[in-house]
């Protein structure tokens, strides 16, 4: 079975087509998927026009047709509006033009299901906040929150959690100066490495589509319906509300009447 697997959540734009043939493993590190091709590329302003081509560039390098595929995977967040609609809305609108499923997932699995141990995962929120939730051994424990760095750390540090992976972590050092490294089992390709996806010479980790494939692996092999795409926003786009313009009417009318009664007070 083949599913396409995409998400946008962060700087990068990842795209991975893999293939099904086994049901999900319980063991950490290890999964039923098997990636056939792969592209990931670290723009945050091009996510909109690098997806598409990179989603035909992983079907042609496997020799695979839109119709072959079975399922799509798309990373719901959390993460910038911008950035989170591109994925949403181009992995909604390829599984409709084919009527097939597909399958939200938290962004972060994409990078907290490849640790082991008691791990924070951090991702850039913007505003001086970080996007972040909690693993054990690879399971998420409890939703994904948003927060100013300090105060996740310190929730962190109480829970237990003593290292972190994420590009959040190399954004705010200083918040998580205490944390130790993270020991990494599953990278680039679902093989021995980083958790996540590592990026080019300065950047960081990011969501690593096969993982996020292996967190829909049962409810797609089993054929289960999915629910509606609803994206992890955590709190209100960037982009404010315009304000309801002002009555030119009124305005005019108010400055008429200020002149009209100083008159009629000076007469």
Do not use: N
Not at 232 to 245: F, G, N, S, W
């Amino acid at each position: 079975m083949l599913v396409l697997a995409l998400d946008t959540s962060t700087a990068a734009c990842t795209v991975a087509l893999v293939e099904l043939g086994a049901p999900a493993s319980a063991a950490v590190g290890s999964g039923p998927e098997r990636v056939l091709a792969e592209r990931s590329a670290w723009d945050a302003r091009r996510h909109g026009e690098l997806l598409a081509p990179m989603m035909s560039a992983v079907l042609t390098e496997a020799g695979v047709r839109p119709p072959d595929v079975a399922a799509v995977v798309v990373g719901v967040g959390p993460g910038p509006f911008t950035s989170l609609r591109v994925g949403m809305v181009t992995g909604s609108a390829f599984a409709a033009a084919l009527g097939i499923p597909a399958h939200g997932v938290c962004s972060l699995d994409g990078i907290g299901l490849g640790t082991a141990g008691p791990v924070g995962v951090v991702t850039d929120a913007r505003r001086r906040e970080v996007f972040w939730a909690r693993y054990q051994d690879g399971t998420r424990q409890g939703e994904p929150a948003v927060g100013a760095p300090a105060a996740v750390a310190a929730d962190l540090l109480a829970a237990g959690v003593r290292r972190v992976v994420g590009p959040g972590v190399a954004l705010y050092p200083e918040a998580f100066a205490s944390f130790e490294p993270v020991t990494p089992l599953v990278g680039e390709s679902g093989q021995p490495g980083q958790p996540g996806h590592a990026g080019p010479a300065g950047e960081s980790i990011c969501p690593a589509p096969p993982l996020l494939v292996r967190v829909a692996a049962a409810a797609i092999l089993d054929g289960r319906a999915p629910g509606p795409l609803v994206p992890l926003y955590l709190r209100r786009p960037d982009a404010a509300e315009p304000r309801p313009p002002k009555s030119v009417t009124a305005a005019t009318e108010a400055g008429a009447v200020a002149p009209a009664a100083a008159g009629a007070t000076a007469g």
